[in-house]
């Protein structure tokens, strides 16, 4: 295989074997520590522009299936492992990752010590990084002055309004990068969705006339969303809101929280969270680089609702006198624990109470 390097911002250089796709990559560099799910995740469009770096030593090793897509191509710009596995071997595998990743122009890179690499990332945090041929001059001046910072919600966004129907109630889902396991999810408990796009107005999703509304997950800093706060706000004063993720920043800013960036961020599935004021510990699956600041709910209407137990970080949120809510987990798991999936009947429960108060 034909050497490439993983260039840091910092200095640092890892050299290790290509795979997939050769082309050239500037992005930022995040770690995962899932011991499985790799296709799930290197599909979930919150990871559009990062390149990750897989934890487990071995990775590819049951293949690519029809089964696991969050979504149609690659989310994540590159990938970096230990060790690719050359030989898959699982019943539903139709081909191998590194096929997939040349077919759909995935750069992978292996032979790579990613404990140190995740460790260096861990002390110093997530920074930006290029995957090249060759390590120059010209490759650190390009880091310089790359900026991860760009409108990645309008790159993962739907573009169309569109039906996944069910004979249930009918929840209007704003797709800011949305995981096709929330579909499935809501399917599972035959809801009748709507997905528009985020630049959808109050108006015209209030005119499909849903029973509740849904923030998805997605990609980058909530900051570049601005514009759809007052649309979250309004839909709030009408209908039951349930946040995931990136909708959960969103849902905490609607509501005049803020946002921080992580230092490196929460992506993987053993999460632990504890739901407070009960006695009730879940495991959950998280892809996050940003997080709800806790000081600055001080002087809203939003209540802490879950934590994260090693770092403390707001997990869940409740707003006061409105069935409303939003988690930064992802209750949908895929991959991951189904612990916290019981937050998709408590979201359907709110709204059948919300449709009898109507009565």
């Not at 880091?143 to 996944?164: G, I």
Request: hydrophobic share 35%; with cysteine; net charge negative.
């Amino acid at each position: 295989m034909e050497k490439r390097y993983l260039v840091l911002e910092n200095g640092s250089v890892y050299a290790g074997q290509a795979f997939g796709s050769k082309k050239d990559v500037y992005a930022e560099l995040v770690f995962n520590t899932g011991m499985s799910g790799y296709q799930e995740s290197i599909t979930d469009l919150s990871y559009r522009g990062e390149i990750i770096v897989f934890t487990y030593p071995l990775i590819g090793n049951y293949g690519i299936n029809r089964d696991d897509f969050e979504s149609i191509k690659p989310a994540a710009a590159a990938i970096v492992v230990h060790e690719i596995a050359r030989r898959p071997s699982n019943w539903r595998e139709m081909m191998s990752l590194p096929q997939w990743a040349e077919e759909n122009d995935l750069p992978g890179l292996t032979g790579v010590d990613t404990r140190a690499l995740t460790k260096e990332l861990r002390q110093e945090g997530s920074m930006k990084a290029a995957l090249v041929d060759e390590v120059s001059d010209e490759v650190f001046q390009a880091l310089k002055e790359f900026d991860p910072k760009h409108d990645r919600v309008e790159q993962a966004t739907t573009k169309t309004q569109y039906l996944n129907p069910n004979q249930g109630v009918t929840v209007a889902l704003i797709d800011f990068g949305l995981k096709n396991s929330i579909l499935r999810s809501l399917a599972k408990r035959d809801v009748n969705v709507i997905v528009f796009p985020a630049d959808t107005d109050a108006k015209t999703i209030l005119a499909a006339h849903p029973d509740g509304i849904m923030l998805s997950n997605g990609p980058g800093d909530p900051q570049d969303v601005q514009e759809v706060l007052p649309v979250i706000r309004e839909l709030q004063e009408e209908l039951p809101v349930m946040g995931i993720c990136l909708g959960h920043q969103l849902f905490a800013m609607a509501n005049g929280a803020s946002t921080y960036k992580m230092k490196f961020g929460h992506r993987g599935f053993n999460h632990a969270i504890a739901t407070k004021g009960k006695d009730r510990m879940d495991f959950t699956s998280q892809n996050h680089g940003y997080a709800v600041d806790r000081d600055s709910l001080q002087d809203t209407d939003l209540i802490v609702t879950h934590e994260e137990i090693n770092d403390g970080t707001v997990e869940g949120l409740t707003l006061k006198d409105h069935p409303a809510f939003s988690v930064q987990f992802h209750p949908d798991a895929a991959p991951g624990p189904h612990d916290a999936e019981y937050l998709f009947d408590d979201f359907l429960t709110m709204i059948e109470q919300n449709k009898q108060g109507e009565k």
